[in-house]
C-alpha cells in the first residue's frame, strides 16, 4: 500500500507539471479564426436566442457583447484590409440595430434599479449607455467614415463630454448617485477615437479627468482605481478587477503612464500562477468583497474569479503581456470547455459577452495604434 501511494504522488508529481502543455495554445491567435465566425454569425442575426437570453440574465450584457463586438471587427478591419467590407457589415449591423433599440426605448439595455431615484445630473442620462453607444461610433468611423454617422457621433460625443464635466469630480453617473469607473474610462476612450476622426481635442477634460481621478478615485491602500463611486466621488466599492484590467487599457488613449501603473497594481495584487496556467482575483487580498452577477463566481482556494480572469485576457494582450497571456488562454482551454459547431467556437463555461471579450483580447490592438498615429498624445498636450 505505501509501494502504491509513493507511486501514485510521484506519478501525480511529474502529470501535475505537464498537464499545461495540454492545453498551451502554440498561438492564442489560433482561436480567432472560429470565434470571430461565431461572432459573425450571432451579429448578423436579427433574432438570437443567445442575445435573449443574455438580455435576461442582465440587459447590460447585451449592449456590452455589441461594443466589444464592434471593437474586435473594427481591429480585425484594419487588420486584414482585403476582408475589410465583411468586417464592416457585421460592425454595421450591430451598429443599426443598438440605435435602432435605444430609439424604442431609452433604457433597454438598463438594470430596473435605473427607476428607483432620479440621476444627480439634471440630465438624467447614463454613461454606460451613452459611452458605449459612442465608442461604437467612434470605433466605425476611425476604421472608414459613414457620413450618416458623423452628426450622430458629433451628438453623443457632445453629451458624454457634458456628463463628464457637469459631475463634480468629472466622474459622471451610470445610474442614479452610481458611477463607475469602467464607463468614464470608457468614455475617454470614446472622447479620443471620436478627436481622432473629428479633429476636436477633449484632452484637457481627459488630462483633468486623470487629475481628478488620482485624488478621489484611487484606493489609497493599493493605489488602485476604485469600481464605483457616487456622484460626488465618494467611494462605493472598491478596486475590482474585472473593471481595473479594462479600465488600464481604456487609459492607454488618455495617459499611458497612468495606465500602465494601473496595469502593474493589479498584475501584483490580483494575479496567480502556477504549473503553466493562471487566473485572476476579482479583489486584493484583504479587501471587503460582494460577489455580484458581474464578477461571477470565484474558485475557492486559487481564489480565481471568472469576470476577473476573462477581462485579464484584455489587459494581458493590450500591455503585451505574453507570459500572462499565454498562461490565461491555458487556464480557459482547460477549464471553460471550449465547444466547437458549424458555427464556429464557443465557451461552455462562459457566455456571448465572455467570448466576444476573449475575440477583442485576441485582436485587439491596431485601433489604439491607428488612433495614436493619427493623433500622438504628445500631440495634444
Request: hydrophobic share 45%; aromatic share 8%; proline share 5%.
Amino acid at each position: 500500500m505505501r509501494r502504491t501511494l509513493l507511486l501514485l504522488l510521484i506519478a501525480t508529481a511529474v502529470w501535475l507539471p505537464a498537464l499545461q502543455l495540454c492545453f498551451r495554445p502554440e498561438d492564442s491567435r489560433e482561436l480567432v479564426p472560429a470565434l470571430a465566425a461565431r461572432q459573425r454569425a450571432l451579429a448578423l442575426r436579427d433574432d438570437s436566442p443567445e442575445r435573449e437570453l443574455l438580455r435576461q440574465n442582465n440587459p447590460e450584457w447585451d449592449l456590452m457583447v455589441r461594443t466589444f463586438s464592434v471593437l474586435a471587427f473594427a481591429n480585425l478591419a484594419l487588420e486584414e484590409p482585403d476582408r475589410k467590407a465583411e468586417h464592416l457589415a457585421v460592425i454595421d449591423a450591430v451598429l443599426d440595430r443598438t440605435l435602432r433599440d435605444e430609439r424604442g426605448r431609452s433604457d433597454t439595455f438598463l438594470l430596473p434599479y435605473v427607476h428607483h431615484a432620479p440621476f444627480r445630473d439634471a440630465r438624467g442620462r447614463s454613461l454606460f449607455v451613452d459611452g458605449e453607444i459612442a465608442l461604437m461610433l467612434a470605433a466605425r468611423q476611425l476604421v472608414e467614415p459613414r457620413a450618416d454617422l458623423a452628426p450622430l457621433l458629433r451628438e453623443r460625443i457632445d453629451t458624454v463630454a457634458g456628463q463628464l464635466e457637469r459631475a463634480p469630480m468629472l466622474a459622471a453617473e451610470s445610474y442614479p448617485d452610481e458611477g463607475w469607473t469602467f464607463c468614464n474610462t470608457l468614455a475617454l476612450a470614446a472622447l479620443r477615437l471620436s478627436d481622432t476622426v473629428d479633429g476636436r481635442n477633449h484632452s484637457s477634460l481627459s488630462r483633468r479627468w486623470v487629475a481628478s481621478a488620482r485624488q478621489h478615485l484611487v484606493d489609497a491602500k493599493t493605489g488602485l482605481l476604485v469600481s464605483s463611486f457616487t456622484f460626488d466621488g465618494a467611494t462605493l466599492d472598491g478596486p475590482e478587477g474585472s473593471s481595473l484590467w479594462l479600465s488600464a487599457h481604456l487609459l492607454q488613449l488618455v495617459d499611458t503612464d497612468f495606465a500602465k501603473d494601473q496595469y502593474q497594481r493589479a498584475r501584483r495584487a490580483l494575479i496567480g500562477q502556477a504549473l503553466g496556467f493562471a487566473w485572476a482575483a476579482e479583489w486584493p487580498e484583504g479587501a471587503r468583497n460582494a460577489q455580484d452577477v458581474d464578477s461571477g463566481p470565484t474558485i475557492p482556494l486559487v481564489n480565481a474569479n471568472a469576470g476577473s480572469s476573462g477581462l485579464a485576457l484584455v489587459g494581458a494582450a493590450a500591455f503585451d503581456d505574453a507570459p500572462l497571456l499565454s498562461g490565461l488562454v491555458t487556464s480557459l482551454r482547460f477549464a471553460a470547455f471550449p465547444i466547437r459547431d458549424d458555427t464556429g467556437l464557443r465557451f461552455a463555461a462562459g457566455n456571448t459577452l465572455a467570448d466576444a471579450v476573449l475575440l477583442y483580447s485576441l485582436v485587439e490592438g491596431p485601433l489604439w495604434r491607428k488612433a495614436l498615429e493619427v493623433r500622438p498624445l504628445e500631440a495634444l498636450q
